[in-house]
């Protein structure tokens, strides 16, 4: 069914790599005046000069994407989000590539001679008397022959697939990792880890039951000219079950929405992107024996099950140890002196979480996720402030960067991809099915999570997260990673245009729908925290988090913090006294000046919670981040840092807040367990 | 004699990017269960995760580099710099490739079909059925194609060597251009083109011509066995040109040594790797017509020297259009509201740069470099505080990066590179040839331009200048472009070896030799501007500047920078009265702000320089682009930032110098022309 080698047919190559050493025509000057070799060069170099322009095509899209996102936010115009502003500019540029540039292609001679046995990966032909060398780049289905001399300038705007998942997703996804705000993230993480785990399940499954019976019904009424197995429609459901609501998002930072909701949603769309690619890898990896190959097989099923877990936690595994061994050579070197080292350090080592985990076969962006979530939590600590600006910023314009690149490369797409297939009935089910897929896991676990939480998640924060459930940057890349079928490309245009209809229409309607929601904008934890008297308060969030926040935290606090990074209390106080020596190596010398500094402030400590930030040196974890010199720079989302200076009249507490609620976390758990 | 093709046979797809197609075995579940697609599977699958581990070798290599970097800088270990490190570190991981893998590749078995015209570029293989598609990567000659068959691990590490002009360069050459140190560059800028362009020229054509009777030599005695033509030794002698003192400049800058001789050596350097990219290719380009192909034809000579004039003024352009584009869109929108749209932009624009010029036929290298400068010299004024560091950081970065993955992969290459030939005599004459090359343009060039200047280059700066040749990164990327001849293959190792020799010998030699030939260290501008009375030294500084520099600097005074930047005086009043409207738009409006600042402190301005750096709003200028601020982050110089904190102590002046020496400067023409 899938002939994956044949996805690679259109590469135009990023960076110019593989073209780049074509262009030879300048240097071969004292050559032997071979005649064809000549016309071999002189398309080499023109191969060259397209790929060239092409990659001009795209920078030149987004500097116009860039100067427009300037033009509203100057105006403050808020319905089109930048990332839809880059869809329609890929759009255009689509439409011209499309219907503008002639549509053969000059040089492109196929050329067919018979082998016996299976194809090698390298070939030698003989032309003349002169030995060439070519390697294979796929099958091609016979009947489509001639698509391969398709237009040239389509053919180089189009890129490997693998280009979103090796390239442009890793700095997205470690971003996101590395900027998740961890005060919020961990107080609702049980509640995350259910709706990204649990409800991306609920949702796979129930998106790809809906649709086997929009298939069928499809086949009833003879819309269907192609197989469709029920495992293709577990997989559309696995792949449009990663949410994206990066829109949404940024309007919530823009306004200072509810920083709770914002926790929930942030939290649910980059864990479920990793679920999302590890069910779809597993559904991929469901492969029944026997004859009835596309029926339900248990053994298979149970197969994908262990793949998945397999895959999952050997990602999150290579994730952790890479962070935490860069947490362990930034704390033992005073590599912080020296804050380039650092940077190139982290961005090396945040590299090889990648590669390392594609290496053993798991996957990479599953990884670089987890990898950046314990960079932020425990590296971060340890880099002097200049690298904690520089790493931000390195990441968050390689974040930027790549996010508007596919995007624009999505608009683009919906005119240059050569094989759509858009079945009306299949796209007005995907659409039904989404809503109800959503529906369907946002509420009863809200339900089920409000029995545990003392904090309820209310009615109009699960409207709002219904409402959120946009698709995005990783939807298609999943689903542009396979077209090589007649149902992985009919899922592919559905795939497009649900990512079209809900980043405009929803990322557009997201600001009446938070008033229309009366969801707090701009009022934010500084003044919940100024309404009831402290104590409450102080015994309200001790109740609110759960055991497992609870359990993890103290661990966290006694063990793992004083051990990675300088913070936390002196390992000599948690650990038992047997490993004394052991205890007085791995905690830091700084540890100790805090702990003097702890115990004469001891009773303001407990009393009083606003020192708490001086203490124990956690200074940055406290302050989430976002404090040191640098506030404005080092901010942890970078939204947040544009919008400051602009809304800064009108919303004068949202520099506040930071600190404020921070304080009031971290008072849940004060020395408890060691004293 | 050059087949140019050939040359991209051996290619690690960079970032996986390529290769990263094939992983395609987790995805391909549901398929038919044809045996060989999926055994072809399974091999693109090892490809894959060959690729990964091959890249991780490089990121562990950079990674115990920066380890060991520190603990030098630690420790004040100066004999060694980290490009050498770099090297042992590459060299010691080629050795155990080349020696502890195994040599047999598995599933590369080359096929032969005889074809009758020219090669096609695409070729459609039938395989018992199935259609496969083939590209055309190179030409094999006869005598090598089981070549083909080498081994698999050393092929995984070997780069297409356009990834070096096409990835690494670039970042490494703009961040030279960005990086100038502006004032002492246009101070001598005289006598940095004289060397660049009139010094590369001498040493390229000494080097050639001693090495071409160094081949005659060899022939004689039977040393050579293939042919070695005039135009190779020509292209020798352009490639070897190239000079590099990153090691010294470094420790320039560590030490705090004389301001005057780092501009001198680092506009050299910079200047002449774009003078050794176009004098290669002008040199390539060389083909007389008739029978006697590598005899001297006068219309194939001029025809280089046009080549080499519209290449180099045809990049220049492109460099400094895409420049003054990016200032003027700076300066008119109100990006620096928000900085990560500006630096994205200003990323985009700086590799658009090299995009356009590859596109129109003209040298990207060049073109970045002229990028580079003219961003700094008038973008960076434009851009808001943050940008500022953001760009110079990332750019840092990337340059550092790119740098020590070159040297590095220089280490490796010496073992891993296939068909080195070393032939002593030619190494030999080599060493020889460019000793007596710099010698003989180092020297006469510096006795000529003493004549000119009243701020002599004193002897012991051109003995140190002398010493100073190291080679590098852009002969090695040169040298490694084209290996498919005999001739070429010698010239590479040799080139090899020479940028190993100069990196560790001269580089490990550059302290000892700064203090025997008694060049100020830490003694800088400060200390030289108290010595004289102050008139003296302006009236000095006054005379020192050539008419050159005078005229320049009154053009960019007057017309550039106030069109460009926020700074410099108001075009109402340079500009001709009839241009008056025009000129009213183009000005800034801060501009007439520092305008009223100035007629108040007019006397002040004229007698006085201490407050020269307020008016104009000029002021980032002045402090030489590391002021502001973030002093410590946006020095302009990384390696002076690191130094920075440790060297403190040592070098109480080196803050100081900054500000009071560019005062001195700027003093030389206060408004003369306009007033």
């Known amino acids: 069914m899938a002939l994956p080698l044949r996805r690679r047919l259109p590469v135009l190559p990023l960076l110019l790599l593989a073209a780049g050493g074509l262009r030879a025509a300048e240097r071969s000057g004292g050559s032997s005046s071979a005649m064809e070799e000549l016309a071999t060069e002189k398309e080499a170099e023109e191969s060259h000069r397209q790929d060239s322009v092409s990659l001009l095509t795209f920078i030149l899209l987004l500097t116009l994407t860039i100067l427009t996102i300037w033009l509203f936010k100057h105006r403050r115009v808020r319905f089109l989000h930048e990332t839809g502003l880059a869809m329609i500019y890929g759009l255009i540029v689509g439409v011209i590539l499309r219907y503008g540039t002639p549509s053969t292609s000059g040089h492109d001679k196929p050329f067919s001679c018979s082998q016996e046995d299976r194809p090698f990966t390298t070939l030698l032909v003989n032309v003349s008397g002169k030995f060439f060398e070519y390697t294979l780049k796929g099958e091609i289905s016979p009947g489509k022959i001639h698509n391969v001399e398709q237009n040239d300038m389509l053919r180089k705007v189009t890129f490997d697939p693998e280009v979103f998942f090796n390239i442009l997703l890793p700095p997205i996804i470690f971003h996101a990792g590395y900027s998740l705000k961890k005060r919020h993230f961990f107080r609702n993480l049980g509640s995350i880890l259910a709706y990204a785990f649990l409800g991306t399940a609920v949702s796979c499954f129930i998106i790809g039951n809906l649709m086997y019976g929009v298939v069928k019904l499809m086949k009833l009424v003879g819309q269907l000219s192609d197989k469709f197995y029920y495992t293709d429609c577990l997989l559309f459901g696995a792949i449009i079950s990663a949410t994206d609501p990066v829109t949404v998002l940024a309007i919530f930072n823009e306004l200072h929405a509810d920083v709770d909701l914002y926790a929930l949603l942030f939290g649910e769309s980059v864990l479920n992107d990793a679920v999302a690619i590890v069910l779809s890898s597993s559904i991929v990896a469901y492969q029944p024996t026997g004859e009835n190959t596309h029926a339900f097989d248990a053994a298979a099923f149970f197969k994908s099950v262990g793949v998945f877990l397999g895959i999952f936690s050997g990602s999150f595994m290579m994730g952790a140890v890479t962070g935490v061994v860069t947490a362990l050579v930034t704390k033992f070197t005073k590599l912080h002196c020296f804050p380039l080292l650092e940077t190139a350090l982290f961005f090396l080592m945040s590299w090889s979480t990648f590669l390392l985990a594609e290496a053993c076969g798991f996957t990479g962006v599953v990884a670089v996720l987890f990898c950046g979530i314990t960079q932020a939590h425990y590296t971060y600590n340890n880099l002097s402030v200049e690298s904690r600006s520089r790493t931000k910023q390195l990441f968050e314009v390689l974040h930027f960067l790549a996010e508007n690149f596919i995007f624009s490369y999505m608009g683009l797409a919906l005119f240059t991809f050569q094989k759509h297939i858009f079945s009306p009935v299949f796209i007005i089910g995907a659409f039904i099915a989404i809503f109800l897929g959503r529906a369907a896991h946002i509420y009863p676990l809200s339900f089920l999570l409000n029995l545990g939480r003392r904090h309820k998640i209310s009615w109009n924060f ?21 077209t090589a079928t007649y149902s992985h490309q009919m899922m592919f245009s559905t795939t497009l245009l649900i990512v079209f209809f809900t980043v405009w229409i929803v990322g557009g309607g997201t600001t009446p729908m938070l008033s229309w929601l009366n969801i707090r904008i701009c009022v934010d ?115 947040r840092t544009k919008s400051r200076s602009e809304e800064a009249l009108e919303c004068d507490l949202g520099a506040a807040d930071h600190e404020v609620t921070s304080r009031g976390t971290r008072l849940v758990f004060p020395l408890e367990d060691n004293a």
């Open 462 to 482: 699960q409207h709002m997260m219904m409402f959120s459930g946009l698709r995005g940057a990783m939807a298609f890349a999943l689903a542009i990673r396979d």
């Open 525 to 639: 934890s500084y003044k919940s925290a100024l309404d009831g008297p402290d104590s409450e308060r102080r015994n309200r969030t001790k109740q609110e988090s759960a055991w497992l926040f609870r359990l993890w935290y103290s661990f966290d606090h006694n063990y793992l913090k004083p051990i990675l990074t300088h913070s936390g209390p002196p390992l000599t106080t948690t650990l038992p006294s047997w490993c004394g020596l052991l205890a007085r190596c791995l905690t830091s010398p700084q540890v100790y000046d805090n702990q003097e500094q702890l115990r004469e402030e001891d009773s303001d400590f407990i009393l009083n919670d606003g020192d708490l930030t001086v203490t124990y040196g956690d200074t940055t974890i406290t302050a989430n981040g976002s404090s040191g010199p640098h506030t404005a720079t080092t901010s942890l989302d970078g939204r």
